[in-house]
């Protein structure tokens, strides 16, 4: 069965800090793939990265980096000098090869105060 | 480009009323999904379709909810009677392109709330 665990319910940081967010993933399948969205205060949910497993490569947009290690099954997210419009919900997501539906974490809130 | 549309943003209403939610897809985009978002049990996809054909219901927590898709470019979600442990917010999602790597799209939901 398909999991993704989110350890983190809650973070704040100070603006400028730089924050990670942890994502722990389960499958059993060899082809699956991951994704994170953003869900801001205004409470829409934007899609933000995928990747597939066979592509390890980590990947930087400008203040946001992801980091995919088989290894441990994670896909962590990292936000480098947050700023305060980076606060929000941020989840990760699974999806496994053979199934159209993606299972969500849980989520974690993010507080970036000024 | 024009992105997931649902309607209404927001709908209060009686118990025990009929609540119809609506979505429209992007353009092009041949699987679409509903999903709830709680507190307690956060995002949950509730029924998703493919070309229009309903493919997994199995999340639909009670028959009193029903999702229709009649063509590609609109689908609803239907609470008959509706309950207050229905409150939530539905999001509808869809996906285009060839293969499950490609990303859901989500509207900016419609929050629910049954008096």
């Known amino acids: 069965a398909q999991k993704v665990t989110q350890a983190q319910t809650e973070i704040s940081v100070v603006e400028k800090e730089d924050v990670t967010l942890d994502c722990v993933y389960e499958?059993?399948?060899?082809?699956?793939?991951l994704f994170w969205y953003k869900q801001p205060p205004s409470g829409e949910l934007v899609f933000l990265i995928r990747?597939?497993?066979?592509?390890?490569q980590n990947e930087i947009s400008g203040r946001y980096s992801w980091n995919f290690q088989k290894s441990t099954s994670s896909f962590n997210f990292t936000i480098t000098a947050s700023q305060v419009v980076d606060s929000a919900v941020y989840f990760c997501?699974?999806?496994?090869?053979?199934?159209?539906?993606?299972?969500f974490g849980k989520g974690t809130r993010l507080h970036i105060l000024p | 480009d024009a992105g997931v549309i649902q309607s209404p943003r927001h709908e209060v209403t009686e118990m025990g009323q009929e609540v119809t939610l609506r979505c429209k897809p992007i353009?092009?985009?041949?699987?679409l999904f509903w999903y709830r978002q709680t507190m307690m049990r956060g995002l949950e996809l509730l029924i998703y379709?493919?070309?229009?054909?309903?493919?997994?219901d199995s999340g639909m927590p009670e028959d009193r909810f029903s999702a229709k898709m009649p063509n590609a470019s609109f689908s609803t979600l239907k609470i008959q009677p509706s309950e207050p442990r229905d409150s939530a917010v539905y999001f509808c999602?869809?996906?285009?392109?060839?293969?499950?790597?490609?990303?859901?799209?989500f509207g900016d939901g419609t929050r629910l709330s049954i008096l």
């Open positions: 999602a869809s996906r285009g392109g060839t293969g499950r790597f490609q990303p859901q799209h």
């Open positions: 499958t059993r399948d060899t082809t699956y793939y």
């Open positions: 990747r597939n497993s066979f592509d390890e």
């Open positions: 997501a699974l999806s496994e090869g053979g199934d159209d539906k993606i299972i």
């Open positions: 353009s092009g985009h041949n699987s």
């Open positions: 379709f493919n070309n229009n054909v309903p493919i997994d």
